[in-house]
Nanobody, 121 residues
């Protein structure tokens, strides 16, 4: 059974930083595509960024967020800097059974349970 487990969320002040982790178990994701999405109540899940061998980002993340992966640990990370109140959301890790660059949720096969990030002013 494949599981993705996020951690690292919490309360952070405007302008601060937080690092999220996503550990995969049940299969090795290796060079497969993995990604981060976020969601606030009442809105659709929003793509933040993804990674295969290199990362790529949505406009909301460029210049502030960094995605990395450690294949030896079957883990990806989301480093978020210069946080804003509008970054408040539940952040979800997602994985694909294959590669490719995809920015919408339907292309992802596996999901974590999410971790809440709240940015306070």
């Amino acid at each position: 059974q494949v599981q993705l487990v996020e951690s690292g969320g919490g309360l952070v002040q405007v302008g601060g930083s937080v690092r999220l982790s996503c550990v995969a178990s049940g299969r090795t994701f290796g060079g497969n595509t993995m990604a981060w999405f976020r969601q606030v109540p009442g809105k659709e899940r929003e793509f933040v960024g993804g990674i295969t061998s290199t990362p790529w980002y949505s406009d909301i993340a460029k210049g502030r967020f960094t995605i990395s992966r450690d294949n030896g640990k079957n883990t990806i990370y989301l480093q978020m800097d210069f946080l804003r109140p509008e970054d408040t959301a539940a952040y979800y890790c997602a994985g694909r059974g294959g590669g490719g660059i995809y920015t919408t949720p339907q292309w992802y096969d596996y999901w974590g349970q999410g971790t809440q990030v709240t940015v306070s002013s």
